[in-house]
């Protein structure tokens, strides 16, 4: 069963467009989330994070938006820039716990 | 400073052999999980370490695999006998006990190929 479910595998999107970037999630439990980027042959790394108390999160070019009542979130990123292609996992933690449950991930492509 | 250092980056290895992936953690770190990242299910949790004890392990796949962790600097992933399906990125991470996920620095990974 997968707790978190990112239902796209890719995504191609032009440069300066938005790209927008879904997740859900089936555990209530879930108090934290947070997305992860990942360049090809490197390890993910940490990107941005929302708490459950909150629905909007924005740093930069990137905003993560929670709906709590949907078991929804997305990660907007304004403008999409070349450097933005990698694969965007989406990530839940209930806080306290150490089990950070992952995403199948989604491949964004940026177009020139 | 050095991060999360894993070897070997590229194992390539016939069924049914022995396969040891290692991992250094962040130096100070206390947590150490080890992640499986495939096509199918994305990055999976198969085990975590508090202190080089094992805290939970049912991720792991099935008792083919073990994970040892003896001192603070340094984890193995073992898988005995390797299988085609064991083939994927291995990857370890590190954190300091209490962060809540933007705290855990990932290796670069180990890709494994059982044929």
């Known amino acids: 069963d997968q707790q978190v479910k990112q239902n796209s595998p890719s995504l191609s999107v032009q440069e300066g467009r938005i790209s927008i970037l879904n997740c859900d999630y089936t555990n209530s439990m879930f108090d934290y989330f947070l997305w992860y980027k990942k360049y090809p042959a490197e390890g993910p790394t940490f990107l941005i994070s929302i708490s459950s108390i909150k629905d909007k999160n924005e740093d930069g070019r990137f905003t993560v938006f929670l709906n709590k009542s949907a078991k929804h979130l997305s990660l907007h990123i304004v403008p999409s820039q070349p450097g933005d292609s990698a694969v965007y996992f989406c990530?839940?933690?209930?806080?306290?716990?150490?089990?950070?449950?992952f995403g199948q991930g989604t491949r964004l492509t940026i177009n020139p | 400073d050095a991060g999360v250092i894993q070897s070997p980056r590229h194992e390539v290895t016939e069924m049914g052999q022995e396969v040891t992936l290692r991992c250094k953690p962040i130096s100070g770190h206390n947590s150490l999980f080890w992640y499986r990242q495939t096509m199918m299910r994305g990055l999976e949790l198969l085990i975590y370490f508090n202190n080089n004890v094992p805290i939970d392990d049912s991720g792991m796949p099935e008792d083919r695999f073990s994970a040892k962790m003896p001192n603070a600097s340094f984890s193995t992933l073992k898988i005995q006998p390797s299988e085609p399906r064991d083939s994927a990125v291995y990857f370890c991470a590190s954190s300091l006990r209490g962060g809540t996920g933007n705290t855990i620095y990932f290796g670069e990974g180990s890709w494994l190929t059982v044929v």
């Open positions: 990530a839940a933690i209930i806080q306290g716990a150490q089990k950070l449950v």
